[in-house]
């Protein structure tokens, strides 16, 4: 209400006497006369004995004086002031109501009194909608923290499944777990033991959260601190927020993702139990890791999985569960440095060109003898040797031992078998089956066992 009258001070602020206006208040809907008029008022007004005033007031007259009102007195503008004051208070006075129920703080800074407000009356529609937004805030909106954090990193937890690929029409799964993005160009961070000791004819299977299935090559393995890195073909992709487990404290709420029992995008809640438990504390020699403890549930499947924090960031790789409500994660700040160990490794590898020759050679499982005559003659000695072999083999290997499981365990062959040809090529000595491990593609072999030739097709292991 400053507004309207501060439009009413400046109307009068010209008079001469203000008195004057408060008398002539009631009358002020009679003020405005044209000039035409005014003579004819006047001579009425002073043929007027009984009255003291004019009938009307005149425009031009104020004071009151030998029977008549002298001094200007603009009740024009004194009407338009008070009717602009009025309009714009009001229209502030709705600005203001809007913005403060956006803004909070305008409350702080511009403590109000509400009054009667004859220009924005609420409705009572508007009253029970503000009582209803009021009522409808939902519990699971406030309190379902945990679930806002697995949305943030849900989507960059990977199936891994560790699959044989010696079965030609279907692969055997072998194992399986968990992993999470670390890059956009598909580096993939994992438990060590997920992709160690396992068949070389395996291969990597990664699945993505969308469903989509990739072959991964692992990158590099540190065994000490069971961390793996592995990479798919696949760019763009979304990866994981980082964290920070150094300042983790006990008891805050964390969460494991993973794939339990093959059971894709799991999740367990539960809180930090021991943020610094010694590795010597679970009996594991030869290694120097302080690992996280938590109750959140990690059994087989979920190894390689994040553990994340309430702001959805990894802390801790799932590793290994001792018990129902303990279970133990690497913190993250381990595998940050195992991270940048094996960038700068493999920035320093391309450096030099690649080597036309095998690093290593394949895998075929077997224990073999140079076949000679004395050797021959010795092994019949013992009984170890088929006693129904031609007499005219002159050269090959002899198969001393078999590895279960092996490439030429499921290939067939047998202790006791002797091998003469390997791709249509004579073998006189260990060396040559060597030589052949160290090209691709498969190997035929010609066996002889109880006297009987026959064609074997085995493939090696890289």
Same mark, same amino acid.
């Not at 004057?20 to 008022?41: D, E, K």
């Not at 509400?114 to 937004?133: C, I, M, R, T, W």
């Not at 990894?314 to 940048?340: C, R």
């Given at each position: 209400? *400053? *507004?309207?009258?501060?439009?009413?001070?400046?109307?009068?602020?010209?008079?001469?006497?203000?008195?004057?206006?408060?008398?002539?208040?009631?009358?002020?809907?009679?003020? /405005?006369?044209?000039?035409?008029?005014?003579? #004819?008022?006047?001579? #009425?007004?002073?043929?007027?004995?009984?009255?003291?005033?004019?009938?009307?007031?005149?425009?031009?007259?104020?004071?009151?004086?030998?029977?008549? $009102?002298?001094?200007?007195?603009?009740?024009?503008?004194?009407?338009?002031?008070?009717?602009?004051?009025?309009?714009?208070?009001?229209?502030?006075?709705?600005? /203001?109501?809007?913005?403060?129920?956006?803004?909070?703080?305008?409350?702080?800074?511009?403590?109000?009194?509400? #009054?009667?407000?004859?220009?924005?009356?609420?409705? +009572?529609?508007?009253?029970?909608?503000?009582?209803?937004?009021?009522?409808?805030?939902?519990?699971?909106?406030? $309190?379902?923290?945990?679930?806002? #954090?697995?949305?943030?990193?849900?989507?960059?937890?990977?199936?891994?499944?560790?699959?044989?690929?010696?079965?030609?029409?279907?692969?055997?799964?072998?194992?399986?777990?968990?992993?999470?993005?670390?890059?956009?160009?598909?580096?993939?961070?994992?438990?060590?033991?997920?992709?160690?000791?396992?068949?070389?004819s395996s291969v990597v299977m990664v699945r993505l959260y969308n469903g989509l299935e990739y072959e991964g090559v692992v990158e590099e393995i540190d065994v000490i601190s069971d961390l793996a890195l592995i990479r798919i073909n696949c760019g763009k992709l979304s990866p994981v927020r980082l964290g920070k487990s150094c300042d983790l404290r006990p008891g805050e709420f964390v969460a494991a993702l993973g794939s339990p029992l093959s059971l894709s995008n799991s999740?367990?809640?539960?809180?930090?139990?021991?943020?610094?438990?010694?590795?010597?504390?679970?009996?594991?020699?030869?290694?120097?890791?302080? $690992?996280?403890?938590?109750?959140?549930?990690?059994?087989?499947?979920?190894?390689?999985? +994040?553990?994340?924090?309430?702001?959805?960031?990894?802390?801790?790789?799932?590793?290994?569960?001792?018990?129902?409500?303990?279970?133990?994660?690497?913190?993250?700040?381990?595998?940050?440095?195992?991270?940048?160990?094996?960038?700068?490794? &493999?920035?320093? &590898?391309?450096?030099?060109?690649?080597?036309?020759?095998?690093?290593?050679?394949?895998? &075929?499982?077997?224990?073999?003898?140079?076949?000679?005559?004395?050797?021959?003659?010795? *092994?019949?000695?013992?009984?170890?040797? +088929?006693?129904?072999?031609?007499?005219?083999?002159?050269?090959?290997?002899?198969?001393?031992?078999?590895?279960?499981?092996?490439?030429?365990?499921?290939?067939?062959?047998?202790?006791?078998?002797?091998?003469?040809?390997?791709?249509?090529?004579?073998?006189?000595?260990?060396?040559?089956?060597?030589? $052949?491990?160290?090209?691709?593609?498969? *190997?035929?072999?010609?066996?002889?066992?109880?006297?009987?030739? /026959?064609?074997?097709?085995?493939?090696?292991?890289?």
């Amino acid at each position: 209400m *400053l *507004l309207p009258i501060r439009g009413l001070r400046w109307g009068i602020k010209h008079t001469q006497e203000r008195k004057c206006f408060m008398r002539q208040l009631a009358s002020s809907l009679q003020l /405005y006369i044209p000039s035409t008029h005014n003579s #004819a008022l006047t001579t #009425a007004a002073s043929k007027s004995q009984t009255s003291k005033a004019p009938l009307f007031l005149n425009a031009s007259t104020c004071t009151y004086q030998d029977g008549q $009102y002298k001094g200007k007195l603009p009740f024009i503008r004194i009407a338009v002031g008070f009717g602009v004051g009025l309009f714009i208070g009001g229209k502030l006075k709705t600005y /203001y109501d809007e913005k403060s129920k956006i803004d909070k703080s305008l409350h702080r800074l511009f403590p109000t009194v509400y #009054a009667a407000n004859p220009l924005s009356v609420p409705k +009572p529609s508007d009253v029970d909608k503000s009582q209803d937004e009021t009522k409808s805030v939902s519990k699971r909106m406030i $309190y379902n923290f945990i679930a806002d #954090a697995v949305e943030k990193a849900s989507d960059k937890v990977v199936y891994i499944d560790i699959k044989d690929s010696r079965r030609r029409r279907q692969y055997q799964s072998i194992t399986n777990g968990s992993g999470f993005i670390i890059s956009e160009d598909g580096l993939i961070l994992t438990n060590a033991h997920l992709v160690t000791n396992r068949p070389r004819s395996s291969v990597v299977m990664v699945r993505l959260y969308n469903g989509l299935e990739y072959e991964g090559v692992v990158e590099e393995i540190d065994v000490i601190s069971d961390l793996a890195l592995i990479r798919i073909n696949c760019g763009k992709l979304s990866p994981v927020r980082l964290g920070k487990s150094c300042d983790l404290r006990p008891g805050e709420f964390v969460a494991a993702l993973g794939s339990p029992l093959s059971l894709s995008n799991s999740v367990t809640a539960g809180v930090v139990s021991s943020v610094g438990r010694c590795s010597k504390e679970l009996g594991l020699k030869g290694k120097d890791i302080q $690992y996280i403890q938590t109750d959140a549930a990690i059994t087989f499947g979920n190894s390689g999985g +994040p553990l994340i924090n309430m702001d959805g960031e990894v802390i801790g790789i799932n590793s290994m569960t001792v018990t129902s409500g303990i279970s133990f994660a690497i913190p993250i700040d381990y595998a940050k440095e195992f991270i940048v160990k094996a960038e700068k490794k &493999l920035s320093e &590898l391309s450096k030099y060109p690649e080597s036309r020759t095998p690093d290593r050679r394949r895998y &075929l499982g077997i224990t073999m003898l140079t076949l000679t005559q004395n050797i021959l003659l010795e *092994l019949q000695a013992r009984g170890n040797a +088929p006693q129904t072999s031609p007499t005219s083999i002159t050269h090959g290997i002899f198969i001393w031992r078999v590895v279960v499981g092996s490439p030429a365990y499921q290939a067939g062959l047998q202790p006791g078998d002797i091998v003469t040809h390997i791709n249509n090529h004579e073998i006189h000595s260990s060396r040559d089956v060597y030589k $052949y491990l160290e090209e691709r593609g498969d *190997l035929s072999m010609t066996v002889i066992r109880n006297g009987q030739r /026959y064609s074997v097709t085995v493939a090696p292991e890289e």
